[in-house]
């Protein structure tokens, strides 16, 4: 099956742990690469983002990323690329058109709208993955929500429109079916871990007498670094190691890294908290087998791979009941689930598991089992392809989405 990946902002070529590139970067390139590892042909095309990039790029074998001219080559924020969305669209229905493929599969809902315009009159199939929606960022941010005013509206329609739509989770199913989405056209499919690559054998990477806890991840507010700090006014015998953000030596930099030192300082935690900022993803595994358990306490989290990449390595999870973590942590088998925003109950799980050895090593032993039997890409990969086939079976709707002027309140 020839395939077609829209995603706009997040490239799979790109370096995971900027302000955009996170979860979704690796989810398109993961999840193409163990497409093409069935057989299938895929493009993934993206935004064009520096001047030197080429047209076409291998990915892997099957895998190819072409690069859409569409605004300034140069980054741009995502929240600030809807003025471009149709010059975007413009330019992928010129490559569809030259080499139409059996689905387009759309990452994020400015993809949805892009794709849905570009294939409109092509009889192309869109398949939808949000990743994340507006109905639940702006439920948790509030005020704080950049994202544009059409967003939501978008998304429904996007969603309305689409041949299928692939929920991450239950939780996300549920909150599509609300919008309006008809169930019957929702296939709740995971994201996936490599477990070639996440497994509890191999490497450490040094660390001393104390306890460790990681937290993992992008340095954004949501993600509740901040009280995975504070869990350790409660535990002086234990160390908290945040790796994500930009390279180490520009950490000093980085306003959300300042934010959390200076956040550690009045916990009176400062001296056992260490920002090792990005780390390459060959050395991940490392940095997790090194850790006792791995905090993941997000306030919100619309799937979240953190917490299946530690389960991979045999590491035990204390997560934040949200989210992805409903679906893929089980509280008081692979690790503990909890409220989110409460790091005193936090402080006593972690308590707990770290004063029973053997209980945290049969939490690690069944997390690593769970990642395997559920959540390896090559199993996602196989759902997603049955979602292509449904969706290739049908005829898409013709989506209402409007052509106009770049403004943001009017697109979409």
């Known amino acids: 099956m020839k395939v077609a990946m829209l995603s706009e902002h997040a490239s799979p070529l790109a370096v995971v742990g900027g ?15 163990a497409l093409a590892e069935r057989g299938h042909e895929v493009v993934v095309y993206t935004r064009r983002d520096a001047p030197d990039l080429p047209q076409r790029t291998p990915l892997c074998p099957g895998v190819t990323v072409e690069h859409l001219a569409a605004g300034p ?14 010059a975007l669209a413009d330019e ?14 759309a990452h994020f809902w400015m ?19 949000f990743h994340a929606l507006g109905t639940v960022k702006r439920r948790f941010q509030g005020r704080a929500d950049s994202s544009p005013e059409s967003r939501i509206a978008s998304e429904r329609r996007v969603a309305r429109s689409a041949a299928r739509v692939i929920a991450s989770c239950t939780d996300e199913l549920r909150e599509l079916v609300s919008m309006g989405t008809p169930r019957e056209r929702i296939d709740v499919i995971p994201s996936g871990v490599d477990n070639r690559h996440f497994t509890p054998d191999g490497p450490r990477a040094e660390r001393g007498r104390l306890h460790r806890l990681l937290a993992l991840g992008r340095l ?32 000093r930099d980085d306003p959300e890294a300042v934010r959390l030192k200076e956040w550690a300082e009045q916990q009176g935690v400062a001296e ?4 090792i900022g990005r780390v390459p993803h060959a050395d991940l595994p490392e940095q997790i087998r090194a850790a006792d358990l791995v905090v993941c306490l997000p306030w919100y989290e619309p799937f979240g791979i953190v917490p299946l990449e530690a389960m991979a390595c045999g590491v035990p999870v204390i997560g934040s009941a949200v989210g992805g973590l409903l679906d893929t942590v089980i509280d008081g088998v692979t690790g503990m689930l909890l409220p989110p925003r409460r790091p005193q109950l936090a402080a006593a799980a972690v308590r707990d598991l770290l004063d029973d050895d053997e209980r945290r090593a049969r939490f690690g032993a069944a997390g690593a089992r769970r990642v395997a039997a559920q959540y390896d890409w090559s199993r996602v990969a196989q759902c997603t392809e049955r979602s292509y086939l449904r969706a290739a079976a049908q005829r898409s709707r013709r989506p209402v989405l409007l052509r106009t002027a770049p403004r943001k309140e009017s697109v979409g």
């Not at 080559?73 to 149709?86: G, I, N």
């Not at 570009?118 to 869109?126: G, H, I, K, M, T």
């Not at 504070?230 to 030596?249: K, Y």
């Not at 056992?272 to 920002?275: E, K, P, S």
């Open 272 to 275: 056992r908290v260490r920002f």
């Open 220 to 251: 954004v507010p949501r993600k509740g670094i901040d009280d995975a700090i504070s869990v350790l006014r409660w535990l002086p015998d234990t160390e908290l190691v945040v790796a994500g953000g930009p390279d180490a030596t520009a950490l």
């Open 111 to 129: 993809s949805g709208v892009a794709a849905q315009w570009a294939s409109s009159d092509l009889e192309v199939p869109v398949v939808q993955t």
């Open 92 to 105: 992928l229905r010129l490559r569809l058109e030259n080499d139409p493929p059996a689905v387009l599969h």
């Open 19 to 33: 302000v955009d590139a996170g979860g979704q970067n690796v989810h398109v390139a993961a999840l193409a690469t």
């Open 73 to 86: 080559a140069a980054a741009v924020l995502k929240d600030e690329l809807l003025p471009y969305l149709p």
